[in-house]
């Protein structure tokens, strides 16, 4: 695919372009085996002594060059795209290419998807379809003509709003569109296809009437009408929340069966993967309708953070994408639980991107070098690039960060603009010195804080003891001590809240650490107190704190502080994962002292606590989870000792677990907060009681569970209790779900997911055979993550197996996937990189593997910069 000798580029080598590009009209002649693009351009010259242009351009039949509209003969093709020669200072530059959508697998520029056409430019994916100035800190006023056969593609859509439309007596179509509002290309989008619409409209608070349209495949109206209400209120909550009012008159999202990750924010027509849009209770779990939420969210929240201010380079990728993930972080958190939706963030955080920190892609927020853009969409820039927003919001609050948002759009908006930007709009408005903080961007790796206390019963004095230290990376060696805000607050016996102060004045419960080691001493403290640190994870650091066993049972009861109760009872759990997996590796039997049993009855059988927190107290932490509290990693001892532990829970809680379960059924389904939790208290307990030893009552349970469920939540939830727990009744249950299901792929990919991550001996040989399925291929991306990469990401016994048939299977998928889509490819590669994180045996197994890829004729920049990184590491 790509025969270029990979190039590595460095963040500070950019320099602003010699040629801008003002207005683009495209035209666009359709059709998958040959789509002719006409491409008219006003180039403009901004660096006077510049007289080669030089555009990208990929994959590409050039048929025609003209300036000023006479043609052009003083260019060369590179490999890389297309340089002019000796062109004027300003002009008209029309260009003719052709391009294949039916051959691009890569799913990358224009593609088909089923029966429809479509785009994807994000990062650089518009320098497939024409020559262009493929960077984001162009931007241009886009006109897009199409036109194509009205049968095959009756709609035809693009940016902006429709102008003018029309036909031809030959069975073709056309419509043009134009966007007012200036782009870089990334954000350029077409669809071409035969739908369903659901339409609907929005007021904005100013109240201009916008159209909202959202296209699926025929059939499907029913399933999107979650993402509507979802949108209206994505609309709603923004400019209630940011006062940031939608632009255009029209919104239009598109549902995709065949797509490289969730969704783009493409200007006025988003392009989503259907995974994010289609919702009915009988096929979508409460985990989908909430992730559609947050996606739709997203993107919508993207027309402000990312498009109307974009961003300079690809280094500050963070810039838009971790603020807008802390967007509709918040979003999702106005709207459910906040406490709950801080879990689920903080637990992707610390299972995937603290093992990014640890592996050879450890990169900072804003990464300093990079050889192929796709492998930085990372959870560091996406998710630690959200955190490093929410710091600033907890370091300024709520008003002077929403003050601080005002001035990045009145400086910026229009434009492109850098990470250095957004935090000088934060300082200069909130007059809060973030110079320090500013290292986050450049800094990598994951800080650890070791904390220590002591208590003068004489002088009621209580001091605390912060060292930090962040452990080179890969990328990193030197690192520097962080602005770190540290959220605290202290506890008398009866659980009463101990204000902080210091000499008569009060001191905030944020505490602010800027260097290697600081003390911090509170007065007026009548008594040893229980500190809860860390209070909504206020900074995404590794915690360590000698606290007693006692400590953490009161903090899980008295803790104000939702996190902090979830967290402490993590801490317990993990004090025992990490004591066990010694016990198993010396052959000493496991176990678990009574009274950490009794703290989590008590949680369990909580009345005050929403049942959607008790049911994520109650979920062990993953393997991968647990895994990232070891320099190497034993996956057999971690699942050894996850076993035991959810036996032992479901053992000596049985009849609570029972109880509890009966007491959580909702009658109905509706998408309600308060049902969801129901759900998922009662769904966290069937999974507990799976593991019982009693298999004759579970095994009913579940089963009868399964076969009475009216919506795909309860469904699946024991089907996965069935599979993880090895019931005699999962074969049955997989296979009438395989009947019922097989033609809906996306109903499939959570049956694909179960039986990859299935913890029976013959996982590997069983994901084989699904190979071949009916409903499973590897033309589909969603169908490769649901299948190979729940395997290689979430089955880490198997993954790991040490004959290294998990490692050679995913080098034959690799090898397939290398040329076919790059992307997807260089998603999966990520557990197999991490070999310094494995015994010797694993690791020079995994090394075999990488060395073998490496070898691969037309290896892909993708797999390149990565299994170089992890080779040389
Ligand atoms: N901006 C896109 C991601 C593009 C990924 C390109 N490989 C979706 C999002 O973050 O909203
Ligand atoms: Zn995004």
């Known amino acids: 695919m790509n025969s270029n000798q990979p190039v590595t580029k460095y963040r500070l080598d950019y320099t602003k372009p010699d040629f801008m590009i003002t207005d683009i009209d495209l035209d666009f002649e359709l059709s998958p085996e040959i789509t002719t693009v006409t491409a008219r351009s006003q180039v403009i010259q901004h660096n006077a002594t510049a007289t080669t242009l030089v555009l990208d351009g990929e994959d590409l039949k050039l048929l025609a060059i003209n300036i000023n509209d006479i043609p052009w003969q003083d260019y060369q093709l590179t490999g890389r795209g297309i340089e002019i ?22 799913l990358e520029g224009l593609y088909l998807s089923g029966d429809a056409l479509c785009t994807q430019c994000e ?19 886009f006109s897009t003509r199409i036109t194509a056969n009205k049968i095959q593609f009756p709609y035809l859509l693009s940016n902006g709003n429709r102008i003018a439309q029309g036909e031809f007596d030959d069975g073709r179509h056309w419509v043009q569109w134009q966007d007012p509002f200036p782009k870089p290309c990334y954000l350029f989008a077409l669809v071409a296809g035969d739908f369903d619409v659901l339409r609907d409209q929005f007021i904005t608070a100013s109240q201009r009437k916008v159209a909202l349209e959202i296209y699926v495949d025929k059939g499907n109206l029913a399933r999107s009408e979650w993402a509507m209400t979802s949108l209206k209120n994505a609309m709603r909550w923004d400019e209630t929340r940011f006062g940031l009012e939608y632009d255009l008159d029209i919104f239009m999202i598109v549902a995709v069966d065949f797509f490289n990750m969730g969704a783009m924010e493409n200007k006025g027509l988003n392009v989503f993967n259907s995974k994010y849009v289609l919702a009915k209770p009988q096929t979508a779990t409460d985990d989908d309708y909430l992730g559609i939420e947050g996606v739709i969210g997203h993107e919508y929240f993207h027309n402000w953070t990312g498009n109307r201010v974009t961003c300079r380079d690809w280094f500050q990728l963070s810039l838009k994408e971790g603020l807008t993930v802390f967007r509709d972080q918040e979003f999702s958190a106005d709207r459910g639980s906040r406490a709950v939706k801080r879990i689920d963030d903080v637990k992707i955080l610390r299972s995937v991107q603290f093992a990014e920190d640890a592996s050879p892609m450890a990169h900072p927020i804003r990464p300093e070098q990079v050889i192929e853009m796709n492998n930085f969409y990372t959870v560091t820039v996406y998710e630690k690039g959200a955190e490093v927003i929410r710091m600033m919001h907890t370091l300024l609050g709520e008003d002077k960060f929403q003050a601080g948002m005002r001035l990045y759009f009145e400086r910026h908006d229009g434009s492109a603009a850098t990470c ?12 809060i010195d ?28 209580y001091t605390l003891t912060v060292k930090q230290q962040t452990s080179a990376t890969t990328d990193q060696q030197e690192k520097k001590p962080l602005h770190i805000p540290l959220d605290i607050e202290l506890y008398a016996a009866n659980g009463q809240i101990i204000p902080l102060q210091y000499n008569g004045h009060k001191i905030d419960n944020v505490l602010n650490l800027h260097q290697a080691q600081e003390m911090f001493v509170f007065d007026c403290v009548s008594e040893k107190p229980v500190i809860a640190l860390l209070r909504d994870f206020s900074a995404p650091v590794k915690l360590h704190y000698d606290y007693q066993d006692s400590e953490l049972i009161f903090l899980m009861q008295h803790a104000t502080n939702a996190f902090n109760r979830y967290d402490a009872a993590q801490m317990l759990l993990t004090k025992y994962i990490v004591k066990n997996v010694s016990n198993y590796q010396h052959k000493i039997t496991l176990s678990l002292p009574e009274s950490v049993i009794d703290a989590f009855r008590a949680v369990l059988l909580s009345s005050s606590l929403d049942a959607a927190l008790i049911a994520q107290i109650l979920t062990l932490p993953s393997e991968n989870e647990i895994a990232n509290q070891f320099k190497v990693v034993n996956p057999d001892a971690i699942h050894a000792i996850r076993q035991f532990l959810l036996t032992t829970f479901a053992n000596e809680m049985f009849d609570e677990l029972y109880a509890v379960y009966m ?17 998922a208290l009662k769904n966290s307990c069937l999974y507990l009681l799976a593991f019982a030893d009693d298999k004759t009552t579970v095994s009913a349970l579940v089963k009868q569970q399964y076969q009475q469920a009216n919506n795909m939540t309860d469904s699946l939830a024991a089907l996965n209790a069935a599979v993880k727990a090895l019931l005699v009744c999962k074969d049955e249950l997989l296979s009438d779900f395989d009947q019922r299901w097989h033609q809906d792929g996306l109903v499939m990919d959570k049956w694909f997911m179960l039986q990859a991550t299935s913890p029976q001996h013959d996982a590997l040989s069983n994901v084989r055979t699904l190979l071949n399925h009916r409903s499973f291929t590897l033309n589909n991306p969603n169908r490769i993550r649901s299948l190979i990469g729940a395997f290689v990401n979430n089955n880490p016994v198997a993954f790991h197996a040490l004959d290294g048939s998990g490692y050679d299977f995913l080098v034959e998928v690799l090898t397939e996937l290398n040329h076919k889509n790059p992307q997807v490819a260089s998603r999966l590669i990520d557990p197999l990189i991490r070999l310094q994180r494995y015994d010797e045996k694993r690791a020079n197994l995994m090394h075999q593997a990488l060395e073998k890829l490496l070898k691969l004729d037309n290896l892909s920049r993708d797999l390149f910069e990565k299994i170089t990184k992890a080779l040389n590491a």
Do not use: C
């Open 420 to 431: 250095d930007d957004f935090v000088q709009a934060m300082q200069d408005a909130s007059a």
């Open 434 to 461: 973030l110079t320090h903080f500013k290292l986050w961007y450049s800094q990598s790796g994951t800080p650890e804080l070791t904390i220590t206390d002591q208590y003068d019963a004489n002088r009621q004095q």
């Open 123 to 141: 990062a650089e994916g518009f320098r497939h379809i024409t020559y262009y100035l493929d960077r984001p800190d162009v931007l241009a006023r």
């Open 663 to 679: 007491n959580n059924k909702t009658a109905d389904y509706r998408v309600e907060y308060g049902d969801m939790a129901k759900r």
């Open 85 to 106: 020669y000796h062109v004027p200072s300003e002009f008209t530059l029309t260009i003719v290419n052709e391009i294949a959508p039916i051959n691009n697998t890569a």
